[in-house]
């Protein structure tokens, strides 16, 4: 459950660091100032965070270089192997949102571009058991495409097919990619205060603090 798509970060991990510099047009605008959408999550963040889908690393480095202590979650053996070549010495386990090892004494925690892996009712699941492992003022910052209604959903899709860009309207289709509504009430309902920042014309920073 919420791993269904790990063959396709196998396949993607060579490649996924040129998507993210824009040299794939159809998700280009996905990616839109993805460096000041990991910067933004990182200076959010201290001590030691605890982080889900790191993909090939790159928020990683941001956290390991403003002097957070990281304990990286990836399903991808793929991406774990890119992440580790990229940063030598940090601690990465495989796991997902919802299986990882018990950690102790975590500050904060983040993810970019991967809780929309997660059903809706996975999600909440996975917050509940954040807000257990968070202390009070204990921050979670996501940052991930939403969309403010299903209408703005259903009109992105449209106009990604308009565009011929028919990767991307698969993904938009088939992954879990949610509303501000549904996340705002699921952050609620599992004890966070939160407010949304859009990013770019995708993707929404979450900033949550536990109540
Ligand atoms: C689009 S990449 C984002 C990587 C990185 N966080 C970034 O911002 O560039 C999504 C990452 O989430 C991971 N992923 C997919 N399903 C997941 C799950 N259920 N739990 C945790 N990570 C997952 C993928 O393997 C991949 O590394």
């Known amino acids: 459950m919420g791993t269904e798509f790990i063959d396709l970060f196998n396949e993607w991990s060579d490649s996924y660091d040129r ?30 965070v605890l982080e889900f889908g790191p993909g090939t690393g790159n928020l990683t480095l941001k956290l390991l270089e403003s002097g957070c202590q990281v304990k990286a979650i990836e399903p991808s053996v793929k991406m774990i192997e890119k992440a580790k070549e990229k940063i030598s010495d940090f601690e990465i386990y495989q796991g997902d949102f919802l299986h990882f090892p018990e950690v102790n004494s975590v500050n904060g925690i983040v993810s970019t571009y991967a809780f ?11 917050l509940r058991r954040y807000g257990n492992i968070l202390p009070s003022g204990g921050k979670l910052v996501f940052a991930d495409t939403a969309f403010v209604s299903d209408d703005h959903k259903t009109y992105m899709i449209q106009r990604a097919e308009e565009n011929q860009y028919h990767n991307l309207a698969r993904d938009l289709k088939t992954e879990y990619y949610t509303t501000l509504p549904v996340l705002e009430k699921l952050f609620r309902n599992c004890g ?5 920042q859009q990013l770019n014309k995708y993707v929404w920073l979450m900033d949550a603090t536990k109540k």
């Open 116 to 126: 929309h892996h997660l059903t809706d009712q996975e999600k909440e699941k996975a």
């Open 192 to 196: 966070f205060h939160i407010f949304f």
């Open 19 to 48: 998507t993210v510099q824009g040299k794939d047009r159809e998700y280009r605008e996905v990616f839109h100032d993805y460096d000041r959408i990991l910067n933004e999550v990182s200076r959010r963040v201290k001590g030691t």
